[in-house]
């Protein structure tokens, strides 16, 4: 196999990068030694002990001059012990400090030791620059090229490594400087200190030559798997990490179905929790094909069970797991069948349709005669009898394997719909832009890909999420053509959307027409929170939406009315701000309980309307953008639900009103909306995003069409529905 050269990756000599790190570690840790006196061979001026083949690697000067008795030489001896040392220190850090007194002496010096840049600086100093510390970026390199070539030549190598009949000559104090095990070896009074051989016992010549290789150049040429392996283990009894980490660099890239559970192993033994994580994800993302292998069969019961529980897992479909299942078991039936039970429990049985379940799944002997695998087909079977009472049956094998929420948005419209117009790409109601691969680089979602819609398009809606479903509600419909645009009336319309088989469902209709009032998840069940009625009357009602019985109730009435309203749930407190009131915008804050009813907060800086509100962590609620009298407006506040109070954060870059806003981990994503900039407040297609720990705003994406009055939610999607068109 073609050799594989690892090193720096790049030219760039990047501070995080392995090979560049041992370097510089390297150099440290020799000025360690030199400061405690390890292993000095060499003094200088009678007073300062170093190493010769520091010195040589460093300078053609002691390069040439391989006699200790260097030393003693008049050139050298002529020149003021500071300038010595202000030398010696260049030689182990790379950097020199100049001063008036000391720049003429270390200038002669320089150029007896021929070090080019040390005459430099000083020729820099001496006219008049202000620095007085100077450190050179070239010198690790050129000295790791140095060194490399005196272990190769032999030069003032003083130990001969003896490792499987095989002969390697280095420098003692290299291997000390670079490796805990020589440095334990060598400096701690082991017989080895005084021995001029040192034979290492149970490794391989090839492991310790590529081992010494990467000490002396920074850089190791890994041939295949199988070297890598063997490089892997010699440098983990030699304590070299960062070989390690190239090693497990080099091994993940080269992971495949047939070599990744072998890898694995390695990486338990060794510890190495960085390889062991990649080969996970590796077969997180490989799971079907790497089922058809043998190395899947031999696989423990507590290996399968880690993968096929976890939501990282990619495949199509519950099914292919419950198949890979089904085959590891009957590869050794008799042993393997009193673990199918624990097994097939984390098979998400209740994500297969009902016909699935019936031809693959009732079939399997053992599914039917072990009482546990029954249970589980009769769990799945209860949930697929009634959809109103999916939320109460909520477990961990109901839920969609995805690691990251995407980012969904209902609705909206568009400049065309508010001229009594509608655009033909635009017949899907809802549509997705996964942010997590954004963010991640990934080409192939860069793109917005449609879901399927519950009906006509409708805008000044509400969504909410809960228990892994997305909930519609309220708003105005517009139907494909708009003859009249003052036609629009606000809906009681709801409609419950399940990632899980990417359905809507029609629910029971709210017991009030709504539109832009807010829907808040509390305590299982759903709030519809003022708004304005299908008269545009301002309201104070408040609805429940209980899910087994699908029915919408009238709870607690707020104090006063309000439409244009933002609100949130912010650890497990349902929050309002703002709105509309009586035709006058408001500053308000207050939290709504229906049974304890309404308790004002601080007021917000700024009186808004049209505006978003999301909650961050437990304690943080922002308000963002909406608008302020007739303009659209920039204005973020932070409100700290402990403290009672409001400050102000970045504004957003460009202001809106009537947009979406979704938040998944620390980010915060704002979509669409209305510009006061543009004629008539024409909608957007922007998508900026605000980065709640460095209080920075960004662009980051266009929507697919300008849109304003859309809604918008984080939800976890199946990969068959965020890949549809290409599974």
Same mark, same amino acid.
């Given at each position: 196999m073609a050799s594989n050269k690892v090193a720096d990756d790049s030219h760039h000599n990047s501070d995080n990068k392995p090979s560049f790190v041992h370097a510089v570690k390297l150099q440290e840790n020799l000025q360690t030694l030199q400061n405690d006196g390890h292993?000095?061979?060499?003094?200088?001026?009678?007073?300062?002990?170093?190493?010769?083949?520091?010195?040589?690697?460093?300078?053609?000067?002691?390069?040439?001059?391989e006699n200790p008795d260097v030393s003693n030489n008049d050139s050298l001896g002529k020149h003021p012990e500071r300038a010595v040392k202000e030398l010696i220190n260049y030689l182990y850090t790379s950097k020199l400090q100049l001063t008036a007194d000391t720049v003429d002496d270390i200038h002669l010096l320089g150029k007896l030791l021929q070090l080019s840049f040390v005459v430099e600086s000083c020729d820099r100093f001496s006219k008049g620059s202000k620095a007085t510390v100077f450190s050179n970026p070239s010198f690790v390199k050129d000295f790791m090229h140095k060194l490399d070539v005196l272990q190769k030549a032999g030069s003032l190598c003083d130990v001969d490594i003896l490792v499987d009949k095989c002969t390697i000559k280095a420098h003692r104090v290299i291997l000390a400087a670079s490796s805990d095990y020589f440095r334990a070896m060598f400096t701690s009074g082991m017989k080895e200190c005084e021995q001029s051989q040192v034979e290492l016992h149970g490794l391989s010549a090839k492991g310790v030559s590529s081992c010494i290789e990467f000490i002396y150049s920074s850089e190791v040429k890994l041939?295949?798997?199988?070297?890598?392996?063997?490089?892997?283990?010699?440098?983990?009894?030699?304590?070299?990490?960062?070989?390690?980490?190239?090693?497990?660099?080099?091994?993940?890239?080269?992971?495949?179905?047939?070599?990744?559970?072998?890898?694995?192993?390695?990486?338990?033994?060794?510890?190495?929790?960085?390889?062991?994580?990649?080969v996970d994800l590796f077969i997180f993302k490989n799971f079907p094909k790497f089922s058809q292998t043998e190395h899947f069969l031999n696989l423990s019961a507590d290996e399968l069970m880690f993968y096929i529980d976890d939501d990282r897992l990619e495949v199509k479909n519950e099914l292919e797991v419950f198949?890979?299942?089904?085959?590891?078991?009957?590869? *050794?039936? !008799?042993?393997?069948?009193?673990?199918?039970?624990?097994? +097939?429990?984390?098979?998400?049985? /209740?994500? =297969?349709?009902?016909?699935?379940?019936?031809?693959?799944?009732?079939?399997?002997?053992?599914?039917? *005669?072990? !009482?546990?695998?029954?249970?589980?087909?009769?769990?799945? +079977?209860?949930?697929?009898?009634? /959809?109103? =009472?999916?939320n109460k049956l909520q477990n961990r094998r109901t839920k969609v394997r995805s690691d990251s929420p995407s980012v969904v948005f209902v609705g909206g419209e568009s400049k065309a719909d508010q001229n009594g117009q509608r655009r033909e790409d635009r017949s899907e109601a809802s549509e997705v832009y996964n942010m997590m691969f954004w963010e991640q680089e990934a080409e192939k979602d860069l793109e917005w890909q449609p879901l399927c819609t519950p009906g006509l398009i409708r805008a000044n809606h509400a969504v909410a999420v809960m228990d892994g479903f997305l909930y519609l509600a309220g708003g105005y419909e517009m139907p494909q053509y708009l003859s009249v645009v003052g036609s629009l009336i606000n809906t009681a319309a709801c409609f419950r959307y399940d990632p899980r088989f990417d359905i809507w469902l029609h629910l029971s209709p709210m017991k009030c027409s709504r539109g832009n009032f807010s829907l808040l998840p509390w305590k299982g069940r759903l709030y519809a929170i003022g708004g304005s009625n299908d008269r545009l009357k301002t309201l104070a009602s408040v609805e429940a939406y209980t899910t087994e019985v699908d029915s919408w109730e009238f709870v607690r009435s707020l104090e006063e009315v309000i439409c244009y309203q933002a609100a949130c749930v912010c650890d497990g407190t349902m929050y309002i701000s703002g709105g509309y009131n009586d035709d006058v915008f408001t500053n308000h804050m207050f939290t709504y309980n229906p049974t304890l009813g309404v308790t004002y907060r601080e007021p917000m800086q700024h009186a808004r309307f049209l505006h978003s509100m999301c909650s961050v962590g437990s304690t943080t609620i922002l308000a963002i953008g909406g608008r302020a009298r007739d303009n659209s407006f920039n204005q973020v506040e932070r409100y700290d639900v402990t403290t009672d109070a409001w400050t102000t954060l970045a504004p957003i870059p460009l202001p809106r009103s009537l947009m979406g806003t979704v938040i998944i981990g620390n980010k915060v994503y704002v979509l669409g909306g209305q510009d006061p900039d543009r004629e008539k407040d024409d909608p957007t297609d922007s998508v900026q995003s605000y980065d709640v720990d460095r209080n920075e705003w960004k662009m980051v994406s266009r929507l697919p069409h300008t849109l304003s009055g859309l809604a918008a939610c984080a939800i976890h999607l199946p990969r068959k529905v965020r890949y549809k068109e290409r599974t």
């Open positions: 292993l000095c061979d060499f003094t200088l001026c009678e007073t300062h002990k170093v190493h010769h083949v520091v010195l040589a690697a460093s300078s053609p000067f002691f390069e040439v001059n041939e295949g798997v199988e070297h890598a392996e063997n490089v892997l283990s010699t440098a983990c009894m030699l304590q070299l990490p960062l070989l390690v980490e190239l090693c497990c660099q080099y091994l993940t890239k080269t992971l495949d179905v047939n070599t990744c559970i072998h890898i694995a192993s390695l990486a338990t033994l060794y510890s190495l929790s960085t390889l062991k994580s990649a198949n890979a299942v089904v085959k590891w078991v009957k590869h *050794e039936k !008799k042993a393997r069948v009193t673990d199918a039970k624990r097994l +097939m429990s984390c098979v998400r049985f /209740p994500l =297969l349709y009902l016909e699935e379940l019936r031809v693959h799944v009732i079939v399997v002997d053992f599914m039917i *005669e072990d !009482k546990g695998c029954k249970a589980l087909i009769e769990e799945a +079977m209860m949930y697929h009898s009634n /959809p109103y =009472l999916e």
